[in-house]
């Protein structure tokens, strides 16, 4: 039969996420650092963006500045918002919602 992937997430605090949420809820950190282009689905770049709008969360992306770098324009990632910073919030119920959609086993 066809070869299936596999791959194993390992979180310490034995729950999906569980340190990282720690972590955050700690340090008070409203929002991430990364962009919204930066999430663990990798099939979409834009799910997170899609997952905002869908569920009427967008005023939980503000800007980075990025967009206004010329150097990033011809990524074309500037003008969809792909350079937002999604609140912490808004980026843990994604992956809550990615981890309920996805195919998987918790072991």
């Keep these: 039969g066809p070869s299936t ?13 569980g340190r990282w949420n720690d972590n955050f ?3 008070g950190i409203e929002y991430l650092r990364s962009p ?8 979409d770049i834009n799910s997170l963006l899609a997952y ?20 990033l324009f011809g ?3 500037t003008q969809v ?3 937002k910073l ?3 919030r808004l980026f843990r119920d994604f992956c809550i919602h990615l981890a309920r959609q996805l195919k998987h086993d918790f072991v």
């Design 5 to 17: 992937k596999k791959v194993c997430v390992v979180d310490p605090s034995g729950e999906w996420l």
């Design 25 to 27: 809820d700690r340090l």
């Design 36 to 43: 919204a282009l930066a999430h663990p689905d990798h099939f």
């Design 52 to 71: 905002a709008v869908a569920n009427d969360r967008e005023d939980e992306l503000v800007e980075s500045g990025c967009a206004q770098i010329r150097k």
């Design 75 to 77: 990524l074309g990632q």
């Design 81 to 83: 918002g792909l350079w």
């Design 86 to 88: 999604p609140s912490t």
